[in-house]
């Protein structure tokens, strides 16, 4: 079987499903982690990956006219998270722990043994960087979870979002001023 990506897209878009599963198999865990950082919970997250990959699916011709599948893929799962997080304000908010994540992610995100008190304060600080990353506007909230979390260049994120690379940058400012601002504020008041 082909081991490069650009193998695998190409016997995937002439049909074959092995190829399929084998990019299924080295991207879930990435779509899955874009799609916690944005939405915060189990559910919408495992929703996103298996939307886009169903989406990526039915769309196995137009890959032969990608040049960039890894690229290609986020942008779906993006979008699609865009699309739950507004689904999300008009129908309030579900959030979960990261105690409810199945026992093979739990086990992957927990490489490092942490003291109690490390886990505390870790996740004290991930919880006031998760509440105020849900104030922003989607398009500022993906832009920052991709360069500052998922550690995208702005010119992936350029061509994830199908934007100029000068609204990334803008994007990403606006967020961070944003961000430092909410975070300035709830930390003050303790």
Same mark, same amino acid.
């Given at each position: 079987?082909?081991?490069?990506?650009?193998? $695998?897209?190409?016997?995937?878009?002439?049909?074959?499903? %092995?190829?399929?599963?084998? $990019?299924? #198999?080295?991207?879930? @865990? #990435?779509?899955?982690? %874009?799609?916690?950082?944005?939405?915060?919970?189990?559910?919408?997250?495992?929703?996103?990956?298996?939307?886009?990959?169903?989406?990526?699916?039915?769309?196995?011709?137009?890959?032969?006219?990608?040049?960039?599948?890894?690229?290609?893929?986020?942008?779906?799962?993006?979008?699609?998270?865009?699309?739950?997080?507004?689904?999300? #304000?008009?129908?309030?908010?579900?959030?979960?722990?990261?105690?409810?994540?199945?026992?093979?992610?739990?086990?992957?995100?927990?490489? @490092?043994?942490?003291?109690?008190?490390?886990?505390?304060?870790?996740?004290?600080?991930?919880?006031?960087? @998760?509440?105020? %990353?849900?104030? =922003?506007?989607? @398009?500022?909230?993906?832009?920052?979870?991709?360069?500052?979390?998922?550690?995208?260049?702005?010119?992936?994120?350029?061509?994830? %979002?199908?934007?100029?690379?000068?609204?990334?940058?803008?994007?990403?400012?606006?967020?961070?001023?944003?961000?430092?601002?909410? =975070?300035?504020?709830? $930390?003050?008041?303790?």
């Amino acid at each position: 079987m082909q081991d490069s990506i650009p193998e $695998l897209v190409k016997a995937f878009s002439d049909g074959d499903n %092995l190829a399929f599963a084998i $990019l299924v #198999k080295r991207y879930q @865990r #990435k779509i899955y982690a %874009l799609a916690y950082q944005m939405l915060g919970n189990h559910l919408d997250a495992d929703e996103v990956v298996q939307e886009t990959f169903v989406r990526i699916y039915h769309k196995r011709q137009e890959l032969k006219h990608v040049s960039n599948f890894s690229s290609f893929l986020i942008r779906v799962a993006a979008n699609y998270s865009i699309d739950l997080l507004r689904k999300r #304000k008009i129908h309030g908010e579900l959030t979960d722990d990261p105690s409810s994540l199945p026992g093979n992610i739990q086990i992957y995100m927990s490489r @490092r043994v942490r003291t109690p008190s490390d886990l505390y304060e870790d996740k004290t600080v991930m919880e006031e960087i @998760r509440r105020a %990353l849900d104030q =922003l506007p989607p @398009r500022q909230k993906i832009t920052a979870v991709l360069h500052d979390i998922e550690g995208f260049s702005k010119t992936e994120i350029a061509a994830i %979002l199908e934007c100029p690379e000068a609204t990334v940058r803008s994007n990403l400012h606006i967020a961070r001023a944003k961000l430092k601002k909410i =975070l300035k504020n709830r $930390l003050s008041k303790e």
